[in-house]
């Protein structure tokens, strides 16, 4: 059995819940079937290096089954892109098959193809397989293997600082480059409609392409310079702000807000309506944004970002 060591130290940053106790595993077959399948290669990556396991020959399965459980024990965190689906249960048949103690029973696991769902809204992707989520990137060194691609694509939960306030947000001035898809979407707008533009700096590093769309807004990323773009329309001199809880308002039509519940509890039964995604919103005068209070800057930008995060109803 061949062993091979990578180094991932050009990999750069990772996402911060990945420690010296994290892996990502990857295991290459020629077949689905467990019974009839034979490894092609085994991967292991953390955030220093990659170890690379290539059977030669039938009876190295069981070899490569012992090693990789003895490496596996300095790890308590096993990442792996869908291995939900396949790698784990297709090892966890294997040990079972060969009656080996199975190393991944302790472990805690997390699946980025799942984890990254949350970020899809804002991700500029029509599929969402490992090399599509890498193409995100523009970067002159992409990792050649699964492992390390799964280790480099990491970096897109650092997204998760936007839902935690986790950046400086200032007004810009408006100037800054227009996307097409927004100058389609403005278009047709009468004059008096106002444009807000914010821009984002997060306390991480984002080095990859946001963008997305949706109702007012519009979400766009400079990877250059790792700042965001976030652009609110109004057409009647106020802001909408969403609220991501609605299942705890209720839509008054008569007002066009949304309201909670603790002070509706007397409004009659035909003047209010179950509040939705797309309707559960108060309304802020545009003065009150525009005189660029950081705080309420931040406040707003956070439901805007949790808004889009839902994605369409």
């Known amino acids: 059995m061949k062993r091979e060591i990578k180094s991932t130290a050009h990999i750069g940053h990772c996402a911060e819940f990945l420690t010296q106790n994290s892996c990502v595993l990857d295991i290459e077959t020629d077949s689905r079937y467990w019974r009839t399948s034979h490894f092609n290669n085994v991967r292991l990556a953390d955030t220093e290096k990659e170890i690379i396991w290539i059977p030669e020959k039938e009876s190295d399965e069981y070899d490569l089954l012992i090693t990789l459980a ?57 599929r969402h397989r490992l ?16 492992a390390q691609k ?19 947000v200032q007004i810009t001035d408006s100037d800054f480059p227009e996307t097409d898809i927004f100058k389609e979407r403005t278009r047709d707008l009468p004059s008096y409609g106002t444009v807000l533009s914010l821009l984002l700096t997060p306390d991480l590093p984002i080095s990859f392409r946001v963008r997305c769309s949706d109702g007012p807004f519009e979400l766009d990323s400079d990877p250059e310079s790792g700042t965001l773009l976030l652009r609110i329309r109004s057409d009647d001199g106020s802001f909408f702000m969403y609220h991501s809880d609605f299942e705890n308002y209720d839509y008054l039509p008569g007002e066009g807000c949304a309201v909670h519940k603790s002070l509706t509890a007397y409004v009659a039964s035909d003047r209010k309506a179950k509040a939705s995604r797309d309707n559960c919103y108060t309304r802020i005068p545009c003065g009150t944004l525009l005189q660029g209070n950081e705080k309420t800057l931040k406040k707003y930008t956070e439901k805007t970002v949790a808004y889009l995060l839902g994605g369409p109803s």
């Open 131 to 146: 090399n599509d989520y890498v193409s995100l990137f523009k970067e002159s060194r992409v990792p050649d293997d699964d």
């Open 70 to 126: 003895e490496s596996l024990s300095q790890y308590s965190h096993i990442v792996t892109f869908s291995g939900t689906g396949f790698d784990l249960p297709h090892l966890r048949k294997k040990y079972s098959a060969y009656r080996l103690s199975d190393p991944l029973q302790d472990k805690r696991h997390d699946d980025l193809f799942l984890m990254l769902r949350k970020y899809n809204a804002l991700l500029p992707l029509s």
């Open 150 to 168: 799964a280790l480099f694509i990491t970096r897109i939960l650092s997204l998760t600082c936007l839902t935690e306030g986790r950046f400086d």
